[in-house]
Nanobody, 117 residues
Framework: QVQLVESGGGLVQAGGSLRLSCAASGSTISMSPLGWYRQARGKQRELVAD???????NYADSVKGRFTISRDNAKNTVYLQMNSLKPEDTAVYYC???????????WGQGTQVTVSS
């Protein structure tokens, strides 16, 4: 079992930055793919960025060039650096570990990010 706890969300003005953290406990996530998803009100959850165990990254087109995902295996933590935030980035952001639909499939509780115009 893996427990994921996100932190770092909050209210920020457009153009500002936030750094989300997701700390894992219960098991190491050093060999696990990790990702950040978001869900805006009334919309489906969508992938923001993910990172493989080897460090390869993938981003949604809407955040390319503005967001950076990284991982620190020694701290069992994954990060999402968000720069140049826009009001449309407003959502609950969720950390994910593993492969969706598999036996290794874990979610955090989410952290709210609100970007004011």
């Amino acid at each position: 079992q893996v427990q994921l706890v996100e932190s770092g969300g909050g209210l920020v003005q457009a153009g500002g930055s936030l750094r989300l953290s997701c700390a894992a406990s219960g098991s190491t996530i050093s060999m696990s793919p990790l990702g950040w998803y978001r869900q805006a009100r009334g919309k489906q959850r969508e992938l923001v960025a993910d990172i493989t165990a080897g460090g390869s990254t993938n981003y949604a087109d809407s955040v390319k060039g503005r967001f950076t995902i990284s991982r620190d295996n020694a701290k069992n933590t994954v990060y999402l650096q968000m720069n140049s935030l826009k009001p449309e980035d407003t959502a609950v952001y969720y950390c994910h570990a593993g492969v969706r639909g598999s036996w290794w499939d874990y979610w955090g509780q989410g952290t709210q990010v609100t970007v004011s115009s």
